[in-house]
């Protein structure tokens, strides 16, 4: 069985600070993978980042960072010098190797002030 | 661009009626899936098919069925709603796992569904 979690139900921080948003999954697959997705208030899920199970690299686009670790089975993303827009639910997931479907995390949501 | 149309933003049905949620991908996309999202329980799979006429139970089924006559449509019917089934349904589509690592999910905006 796939599980996916993300412990962190609610963050709300200031305007330039950086987040870090946890996500802690559980697989019997050797090959997976990952995903981000940012609902913001319209309600349509953005597809933000996939990652693959072999591939541990760290990656960067802009502001956003992800940190993946097989060792803890974590997949952590940062926002650097958060801004308003960034209000959102997002969502963790996971894919196994073969398989069609896509489990979720209960998705954290981030509230960005000025 | 990648587009995946739900038909209705927002229904309002009353408790025993027979409810359709439409949904439509332009991309070509074998795979589609039907998600029910509520609060602090992220998105649950209802059902998902790889194929036309084909589909796979996911992890909340009871109370649904779905449709899939062509391959960019595929359909969510509550046989008869009930008040627990209201909630935000989303659509995704997504290529085969065969055919491409690139298989992230692509979203719908979502239908509000309230069962009064």
């Known amino acids: 069985a796939q599980k996916v979690t993300q412990a962190q139900t609610e963050i709300s921080v200031v305007e330039k600070e950086d987040v870090t948003l946890d996500c802690v999954y559980e697989t019997r697959d050797t090959t997976y993978y990952l995903f981000w997705y940012k609902q913001p208030p319209s309600g349509e899920l953005v597809f933000l980042i996939r990652?693959?199970?072999?591939?541990?690299q760290n990656e960067i686009s802009g502001r956003y960072s992800w940190n993946f670790q097989k060792s803890t089975s974590s997949f952590n993303f940062t926002i650097t010098a958060s801004q308003v827009v960034d209000s959102a639910v997002y969502f963790c997931?996971?894919?196994?190797?073969?398989?069609?479907?896509?489990?979720f995390g209960t998705g954290t949501r981030l509230q960005v002030t000025l | 661009d990648v587009k995946v149309t739900q038909s209705s933003r927002y229904l309002v049905k009353r408790t025993g009626e027979k409810v359709f949620l439409e949904c439509v991908q332009d991309m070509d996309h074998e795979n589609m899936f039907w998600y029910r999202q509520d609060p602090g329980l992220g998105l649950r799979l209802i059902y998902f098919s790889y194929d036309v006429k084909m589909k796979e139970k996911g992890d909340i089924p009871e109370g649904y069925s779905v449709s899939r006559e062509k391959k960019e449509r595929f359909s969510l019917i509550l046989e008869s709603a009930s008040t627990n089934q209201t909630s935000m349904y989303l659509c995704?589509?997504?290529?085969?796992?065969?055919?491409?690592?690139?298989?992230?999910?692509?979203f719908g905006q979502g239908t509000r569904l309230t069962v009064v």
């Open positions: 995704a589509s997504s290529l085969s796992t065969g055919a491409s690592e690139n298989t992230e999910a692509f």
């Open positions: 997931a996971l894919r196994g190797g073969t398989a069609s479907k896509l489990t």
């Open positions: 990652r693959n199970s072999f591939d541990e």
